[in-house]
């Protein structure tokens, strides 16, 4: 049975409380039996919220900007490098049920605009780039701000039980 | 010689005044003498701003989101199909000099998005997504909002001369 | 810990022995607790491989060449749409530890180019595109045929302890 | 109206003949009046093909591997960074009418590949990775072999004009 699955997209370089929540973000897939898909670099929110996705059991994903298998995120479970650079942002939004972006920089931003024109929704944790932004994404797009994790979980759980899943 | 390339982005659906623009933008750019890329389909702000610059006996370039040579833009001189679907943008972005975002929807944002990221220029034509989104795409990155297609010429051609091109 | 891929590439229309070793593999792979990779289309040696796999209660991953996560073989655990067509063939490659190749067309050629280029082992079952094509690849690139998908097993693990996995 | 364009495919690595017949074959392409696409790296077959193809006032098109233009062959008029990789490959086959391979390893026999594939007639100069290799990558695909850069540009005629081009 397909797995279902959550991204978290976020910067390489990430300040403490961004790190944290990206790692209580991703105990919190594991411990709802989600599958998480990260951009797979060993830094910033990439690699905390593969860890704390590790720290509860969970299975993970890393989709590499590089060609090189040595340039992810420690404890990864399945190693996916593409050599595609910024070009594997779209594989992020397509592979993913729910995106959640922790804060972050163009390249998030353009995962968050790519998850609102394929229809899926996204969830903004303690992060707003602004509702002109967000609703010129698409029509009909979701989106949801959420100041915790725990917010930030439970909206991405509602969003999976309007998907069905 | 590199030629200069001025990337024009926008929907593959226009209202009237956003393809009236887009083809100005295009007349505008190759009367300057650059060259005019864009996502090269058939329809919208693509075939606008082409039409626009070949009538201005400009060269345009039309990376396509199809593998087939067919789904271009009438009258395009140079025809670059992908098959690569939305991770095609990122090449729109980085081929140019400068990208004008003429409106547009997710695709569009996420081709300004990953312009701020790489530090391309990007000119927004009848166009603001807010301040939260565009300062939040890089530190130090480049954009400004132009009213009319003179006016964007005006600050790509500025924006040329700071790249000292 | 990083999980062991193996990529299984073939055709999306296979020949009743074809189909019959690509599932054989599917199953061995699993037996082996390596986790199968392939295109992940619905058809061909792609959905066999991962039937086989599945049988035998294996991990399975699928890089699909399509947009929509309904394009995917029946029974898939993690489906990543890429909607980029024949660019997500180099992600085949450098996602797997050791390719094998069922026999195949252009598609399945171009990736065992690339696996030889980027030092992937590849294992050719039942299928010999010459050693002037495989030699060509890389300075001491590593394939090797196999005339079963037993042989072509047992190849694999070779390969694999080459590897230190 | 759309340019003919002729892409040259080869390794970043050449020997001098093959240096020398890439020179001479980028220089056939411009006198002919066809537009010359490589994979625009400041070495090897590319740079050779580029500078030929220069030297008799051709239009030159670079599509890179790198996110970088500065990683751009000396010469070419329109660069087109990918930091794809070698998922850019594809592009590179798409994107020609007809494809000459001047010898190359892993990465030009995948074009080889895709382009038999997709239907893009190649023609191989001073290389020949056997029939096995070229007569599995599709049914009806066609490819010639050719001795010297003259023959081969006598051939790329040939093939345009059953093209219709």
Redesign the interface.
Same mark, same amino acid.
């Given at each position: *049975?397909?797995?279902t +699955?959550i991204g978290v997209m976020g910067g390489s370089v990430a300040d403490e409380k961004t790190a944290q929540n990206a790692r209580e973000m991703g105990r919190l897939i594991a411990e709802n039996g989600w $599958?998480l898909l990260s951009g797979g670099r060993p830094t910033g929110v990439m690699q905390a919220s593969v860890s704390g996705a590790k720290e509860a059991g969970g299975l993970t &994903?890393g989709?590499l900007y590089d060609?090189d @298998?040595e340039l !992810?995120a420690k404890?990864? /479970? +399945?190693? &996916?490098? $593409? =050599?595609? =650079?910024? !070009? @594997?942002? &779209?594989?992020n939004v397509?592979?993913s049920d729910v995106v959640v972006a922790c804060r972050g $920089?163009?390249?998030t931003? %353009?995962? +968050?605009? *790519? !998850?609102? @024109?394929?229809g899926r929704p996204v969830v903004l944790l303690d992060f /707003?780039? =602004?509702? %002109?932004?967000l609703n010129?994404? !698409?029509?009909g797009?979701k989106w949801a701000l959420a100041a915790t994790p725990e917010d930030a979980a439970k909206k991405v759980g509602e969003y999976l039980k309007e998907l069905g899943r």
């Open positions: *049975m397909r797995k +699955i $599958t &994903i989709v060609e @298998r !992810a404890d990864l /479970d +399945i190693v &996916i490098p $593409t =050599g595609m =650079g910024a !070009a @594997r942002n &779209i594989i397509l592979a $920089t163009g390249g931003l %353009s995962e +968050i605009a *790519m !998850a609102l @024109r394929f /707003d780039p =602004g509702e %002109s932004f010129a994404g !698409a029509l797009c």
